[in-house]
């Protein structure tokens, strides 16, 4: 039997087979399958794709993996199962010359031109786990003990896959009574009155620590020449605590001002900062 590729098929490689060898591995394909002719399901611009191709935006994407898989369901329940008179390797392929299969390409074909979905329903819970996703992806830090990306997205105020940024997270994020810590992504729940540079209990604990230089003598030079080496000490640990769990907690979040007058106000951050006695 010499395996053919129907007249359609003959024009659609030639405006979109992309390989120069595509006609002969579709005929291939043809033979290995004893068809006397095949042909492959289109869609709107072209061959109907399984969504592994490249594409413009995630939207398009997920659209085609949504139509390939209904389009792949259709033919399993009309035609039987895939090797039969019909096949998917990237391009959904069938037996030219099979009414039930022709019916099927039909089908799909016709539906596409009509609207862009086959099957809204799953299309729509592949975008809403897509977005979903974006939501994971964009989220700064780590979720809080009572959120996911469910909350986030009712938060969101028409939202588009494709196109949730971080600052729409943290938008929603703040939606549900969150603020981000001012030196890190750790979430907070301050006090919506205050207002300031809410810091984590970590942050905090940096933020305590007094800035201090050292002077290093350069070897092998002249005794007074040497440079200076910033850096910090350790955090003011002991000052803090009581600031950090009493009030701190109260107001869900400790404030950079409220550690910077808290060390400068106590004795041991007072010498650590002036180096000397208050």
Same mark, same amino acid.
């Not at 620590?209 to 350790?234: L, N």
């Given at each position: ?14 405006? $979109? @087979? ?24 289109? @869609?709107?611009?072209? $061959? ?6 490249? #594409? &413009? ?25 895939? @090797? @039969? ?8 392929? #069938? ?39 974006? +939501? ?16 986030? $997205? ?11 940024? /971080? ?7 703040? /939606?549900?009574? #969150? ?42 030079? %002249? ?34 001002? %409220?550690?910077?007058? +808290? ?11 002036? &180096?000397?006695?208050?």
């Amino acid at each position: 039997m010499n395996a053919t590729l129907t007249p359609e098929l003959c024009a659609a490689v030639d405006q $979109f @087979g992309h390989r120069y060898d595509t006609a002969q591995n579709l005929i291939r394909e043809c033979a290995a399958h004893d068809w006397a002719r095949i042909a492959i399901v289109m @869609g709107v611009s072209g $061959f109907l794709e399984d969504g592994d191709h490249w #594409y &413009g935006t995630e939207a398009e994407q997920v659209r085609a993996a949504s139509n390939y898989d209904t389009a792949k369901r259709w033919f399993t329940e009309e035609c039987g199962p895939i @090797g @039969g008179t019909w096949d998917d390797t990237g391009w959904l392929m #069938y037996d030219a010359d099979d009414p039930t299969a022709v019916a099927v390409a039909e089908r799909v074909t016709g539906c596409l031109h009509g609207y862009p979905f086959l099957d809204e329903d799953d299309h729509g819970e592949r975008e809403h786990a897509a977005m979903l996703a974006e +939501i994971d992806q964009e989220m700064p830090g780590t979720y809080p003990d009572d959120v996911d990306a469910s909350d986030v $997205f009712r938060e969101l105020d028409c939202p588009e896959l494709g196109r949730i940024t /971080s600052d729409d997270v943290t938008d929603a994020m703040r /939606s549900l009574g #969150y603020t981000p810590c001012s030196d890190c992504t750790e979430w907070l729940t301050p006090m919506t009155t205050r207002c300031g540079e809410p810091l984590c209990r970590d942050c905090a604990l940096e933020e305590s620590r007094p800035a201090q230089s050292t002077t290093v003598p350069i070897p092998g030079a %002249d005794p007074w020449r040497a440079y200076t080496v910033y850096g910090h000490g350790e955090p003011l640990t002991d000052v803090l605590t009581p600031y950090l769990d009493g009030y701190a907690t109260q107001q869900g979040a400790a404030y950079r001002e %409220d550690v910077r007058a +808290i060390v400068r106000g106590s004795r041991t951050g007072y010498r650590a900062v002036y &180096g000397r006695a208050a």
